[in-house]
T-cell receptor, first 116, second 111 residues
Framework: NAGVTQTPKFQVLKTGQSMTLQCAQD?????MSWYRQDPGMGLRLIHY???????DQGEVPNGYNVSRSTTEDFPLRLLSAAPSQTSVYFC???????????????FGNGTRLTVT | LAKTTQPISMDSYEGQEVNITCSHN???????ITWYQQFPSQGPRFIIQ???TKVTNEVASLFIPADRKSSTLSLPRVSLSDTAVYYC????????????FGSGTRLLVRP
């Protein structure tokens, strides 16, 4: 029972580089989302998806792209990395039947990203 | 979207009961209240969820007054391992799927 799997665990990028953070869940959850957490701060929503082919912006979407081609995967793409994107990124998923808020979010263990 | 407000930090001692209150004045009729716990270098994990009155599970209780404008997470007899950040999250059928976390409460349990 893997739950929510995020890869890689750690990543160092140079300013301007692009990369994709991977997120996969094996619980057949329709809802998936990405959060970032800066040191000592709370979670901020980047993007979310309520099902395959459907994505929407969260609080801080600039500089990030997402796609949802399958139920299982929800990758987060950094287009041109900046030092301000240094953070820990968490992916989360939840069952959605129109009453998903009765089903709690399941989080991955995060990807720690440093942009120099 | 129901905004939540929590105390930034709380201190306690082992064996004491800890109550963390969250304010959510504009909670919608169908919103549920969910609490999460986060340890350093880990993703948040679900603790408890409720709609109204009182909910209890093996680790915590959740008290929600009749007006539902606040909720209180109660941790009985805390131990050092309960030192963590606690978040309340409000969302429901009439809300968007944009689940916004508040700043959380940093609980420190001392020996």
């Amino acid at each position: 029972n893997a739950g929510v799997t995020q890869t890689p665990k750690f990543q160092v990028l140079k300013t301007g580089q692009s990369m994709t953070l991977q997120c996969a869940q094996d619980m057949n959850h329709e809802y998936m989302s990405w959060y970032r957490q800066d040191p000592g701060m709370g979670l901020r929503l980047i993007h979310y998806s309520v099902g395959a082919g459907i994505t929407d912006q969260g609080e801080v979407p600039n500089g990030y792209n997402v796609s949802r081609s399958t139920t299982e995967d929800f990758p987060l793409r950094l287009l041109s990395a900046a030092p301000s994107q240094t953070s820990v990124y968490f992916c989360a998923s939840s069952y959605s039947s129109g009453t998903f808020y009765n089903s709690p979010l399941h989080f991955g263990n995060g990807t720690r990203l440093t942009v120099t | 979207l129901a905004k939540t407000t929590q105390p930034i930090s709380m201190d306690s001692y082992e064996g004491q009961e800890v109550n963390i209150t969250c304010s959510h004045n504009n909670i919608a009729t169908n919103d549920y209240i969910t609490w999460y716990q986060q340890f350093p270098s880990q993703g948040p994990r679900f603790i408890i969820q409720g709609y109204k009155t009182k909910v209890t599970n093996e680790v915590a209780s959740l008290f929600i007054p009749a007006d539902r404008k606040s909720s209180t997470l109660s941790l009985p007899r805390v131990s050092l391992s309960d030192t963590a950040v606690y978040y309340c999250l409000v969302g429901g059928m009439d809300s968007s799927y944009k689940l916004i976390f508040g700043s959380g409460t940093r609980l420190l349990v001392r020996p």
